[in-house]
């Protein structure tokens, strides 16, 4: 039996993934949450095989959670099913440790086929993130601006681009404010911008945040 976790801050999303598992004969459904907080403190409370996880999510994103998960758990499979384009976040996240990435207009049954590879210690790299993938591999430099930055820095370029400031980032992040000032200077330079408007009119047309 694969013990899943589902983290997704729409009860009708978490309802609906909940009804679709317990079809499966495999597959069991032992604990929810609607943050990335809730998401670490289910982590530590429930023993999980398989962690199904949503990006977007208020007090701490997704991608906030999986750096502490996987410190907590490294051992654990998360997959990420996010709205988000694969394109902007799938690579990105599989270098942080994701074991998957799945856009949530996916058929249901990938979904399944996904958590019962990620139970098996394996990644689940879908076509069109094997395709993005074998992309990166073959490109010198010439991608977006926002693929050049490391995976903090990233971090720090969507806070900043929703318009949460440096001693906020600081905290949730668990930095210092000059070093979130610094995660700042060095990811403008590399996306070649002056502001943090600039940062979100970027990120919103790049549809890196709603």
């Known amino acids: 039996m694969i013990k899943v976790g589902i983290v997704d801050d729409h009860a009708i999303v978490r309802a ?16 929810e949450a609607a943050s990335g907080r809730e998401a670490i403190d289910l ?50 996240l599989i270098r942080q440790g994701a074991s998957g990435f ?3 207009e996916c058929e249901p049954d990938e979904i399944v086929t996904a958590i019962r590879t990620i139970a098996t210690g394996k990644r689940y790299i879908s076509a069109s993130v094997a395709d993005l993938l074998a992309q990166q591999l073959g490109k010198s430099g010439d991608g977006l601006p926002h693929e050049q930055l490391s995976e903090r820095e990233f971090q720090v370029f969507l806070k900043l681009a929703k318009g949460v ?36 009119y970027y990120a919103l047309k790049n549809r890196l945040i709603d």
Do not use: C, W
Not at 22 to 31: H, M
Not at 65 to 80: H, S, Y
């Open 16 to 31: 609906g993934l909940r009804q679709f598992f317990s079809e499966q004969v495999d597959l069991r459904v032992v604990g």
């Open 43 to 92: 982590v530590r409370q429930e023993e999980l095989d398989v962690l199904v996880m949503d990006l977007s999510m208020p007090e701490q994103s997704g991608m906030d959670a999986l750096g502490m998960i996987r410190a907590k758990a490294p051992d654990l499979g998360v997959l990420i099913l996010s709205g988000y384009p694969e394109e902007h976040y799938a690579t990105n």
């Open 102 to 104: 799945l856009n949530k």
């Open 165 to 200: 400031t440096a001693s906020d980032i600081a905290e949730e992040l668990s930095l210092s404010v000059k070093t979130v000032s610094t995660y700042r200077t060095r990811l403008m330079e590399k996306m070649n911008l002056n502001t943090n408007s600039d940062l979100t």
